[in-house]
């Protein structure tokens, strides 16, 4: 099996937790690193709950780093009322052992991509500050970046605003840097997260694999998403992360199209709203390609055929 080298940069959070649970796995990925910034909690627990998650999975061997603390221009916007106040609302796990690494993540993220061998896949499951960061100060790393495949922006419909969605919300800046690069980008958007619905079925076809990391699955997807159901009129809740991790190992599950994405970064109205423009695709080297549909039921029978896997 050729195993995929990828980078996770996150902010766990429920959906991260459940989004890593699921990376790592799967053999098929390479995990070089998880690299931890500010979103639905500040970094200070972001860094941590990765870590704990990585304890949790065994996973001793995956070297977490914490990236910045904050947006590039704005200020640091949370989601508590989505994920707790420690970020993984619904389980407590032990404090972490396993070390946070003592350089940036940002500093990470260059020196791994400037000294890769083969081109490294980035999977974005939060704002996109490191990200942003690493290219601004080293903009030769785009040559070593497979793809970025990211959970983030919204056509149809926002979350966090009428238009925005809540990673391009907190770091509409971050967004603009990356979107304008032009190296290839699969976009998740809420479009297709909010029809992954983690009804009361799938929870107990999760709740049916009778393992102890299943058990902790669950515990984090009961309480998550009530703020989402209310405040979105969604019938449950949306599991938006682990979308990027079904991506990467069955691509399968979502159908794309071309199109060119522009971030708001002026409008106070607008803030952080992806600008989707499928008629520019055709005059893009690299189009970015966004989700339109997605198998549901495909991800869910994934997740649940990992967490029974025998590893
Ligand atoms: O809008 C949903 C996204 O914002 C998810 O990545 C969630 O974890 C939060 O980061
Ligand atoms: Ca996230």
Not at 34 to 61: F, H, K, S, Y
Not at 159 to 187: C, K, Q, S, W
Request: glycine share 6%; hydrophobic share 45%; aromatic share 4%.
């Amino acid at each position: 099996m050729t195993r995929r080298p990828v980078i996770i940069d996150c902010d766990p959070g429920v959906d991260d937790a459940i989004a890593l649970i699921l990376a790592l796995r799967s053999p098929e990925l390479d995990i070089q690193a998880i690299v931890t910034v500010a979103g639905n909690v500040p970094l200070a627990l972001t860094q941590r709950n990765a870590r704990q998650i990585c304890e949790l999975m065994d996973r001793w061997d995956v070297p977490v780093y914490g990236g910045c603390p904050r947006p590039l221009v704005r200020s640091l916007v949370t989601a508590e009322a989505v994920h707790g106040t420690t970020g993984l609302n619904g389980i407590t796990l032990p404090e972490p052992t396993l070390p946070l690494q003592e350089r940036h993540g940002v500093s990470y993220l260059i020196e791994a991509l400037q000294n890769a061998s083969a081109p490294i896949t980035l999977a974005t499951l939060g704002p996109l500050t490191n990200i942003a960061a690493a290219i601004i100060q080293c903009p030769q790393i785009l040559d070593s970046v497979a793809e970025i495949v990211m959970m983030g922006g919204a056509v149809t419909r926002g979350n966090i605003t009428p238009v925005a969605e809540f990673n391009l919300y907190v770091d509409p800046h971050a967004g603009r840097v990356v979107f304008e690069t032009g190296v290839p980008i699969t976009m998740l958007s809420l479009d297709v997260t909010h029809q992954v619905l983690t009804t009361p079925e799938r929870l107990a076809q999760l709740r049916a694999v009778g393992t102890d990391l299943s058990q902790v699955a669950v515990d984090l997807l009961t309480p998550y998403g009530v703020s989402d159901r209310e405040t979105l009129g969604l019938a449950d809740a949306p599991l938006h992360d682990p979308c990027v991790i079904a991506y990467l190992l069955q691509p399968d599950l979502f159908t794309t199209y071309g199109a060119e994405v522009t971030v708001e970064t002026d409008s106070p109205l607008t803030l952080g709203q992806t600008v989707v423009n499928p008629r520019r695709a055709k005059a893009l080297t690299h189009p970015v390609q966004v989700a339109d549909t997605v198998d549901a039921a495909g991800i869910y029978q994934l997740l649940q055929d990992r967490l029974a896997m025998r590893l």
